[in-house]
């Protein structure tokens, strides 16, 4: 499992990758980060019509759900680890 010190690093790393991911992979970092560092997602919310990024954002992170914090931080180190080396 990742510790805390690799999971920081992993998203200092994520700042300076050699490419922009594409949104679905910002969105998977996004809801695990989410998981690592605020646990479970609140229940759905109204966002109204046209708030795609807030929906989309908080369908990342709810798929993430049960997640415990220590898995949530691997996931996260292996995928900026895999960005990274692309």
Do not use: C, I
């Not at 990742?2 to 949104?23: Q, W, Y």
């Not at 109204?48 to 989309?56: I, N, S």
Request: charged share 30%.
């Amino acid at each position: 499992m990742a510790t805390t010190a690799e999971f920081e690093a992993a998203v200092a790393a994520s700042k300076n990758l050699p490419e922009k991911p594409d949104n679905d992979t910002l969105l998977q970092l996004y809801g695990l980060y989410k998981q690592a560092t605020a646990g479970d997602a609140p229940e759905k919310k109204d966002f109204g019509t046209f708030d795609f990024v807030a929906r989309a954002k908080h369908e990342a992170w709810a798929a993430q759900l049960g997640l415990d914090k220590e898995a949530a931080m691997q996931r996260y180190v292996d995928l900026v680890s895999r960005l990274a080396k692309k």
